[in-house]
Nanobody, 119 residues
């Protein structure tokens, strides 16, 4: 199983970016997908998550970020608007899923994608 994230980059404050993450491999079902971020010198923190249409946002993301699943349910997006310099971080995709012939719900992480917001 792999989670492939993309969409990071350099943007000016007030700008927008859209992150994408696709899960691939021996997947039978995905229960939850989410985005985390880790800024330099800080711990990794949750940004937003989505599960069967239920979304959850951390306070700093509410009103600015939108998480959604693609028509292909193995894809998750994070639309980030009104970006601030403090949003600068490496953003990681996360998923809880089951593989075929394996009933265990397992957590997977994608590689990070760097978002840099200049002032």
């Amino acid at each position: 199983v792999q989670l492939q994230a993309c969409g990071g980059g350099l943007v000016q404050a007030g700008g927008s970016l859209r992150l994408s993450c696709a899960a691939s491999g021996n997947i039978s079902s995905i229960s939850l997908m989410g985005w985390y971020r880790q800024a330099p010198g800080k711990q990794r923190e949750l940004v937003a998550s989505i599960s069967v249409g239920i979304t959850n946002y951390e306070d700093f993301a509410k009103g600015r970020f939108t998480i959604s699943r693609g028509n292909a349910k193995n894809v998750v997006y994070l639309q980030m608007n009104s970006l601030k310099p403090e949003d600068t971080a490496v953003y990681y995709c996360n998923a809880y899923l089951k593989r075929y012939r394996d009933d265990a719900l397992r957590e997977y992480w994608g590689h990070g994608t760097l978002v840099t917001v200049s002032s």
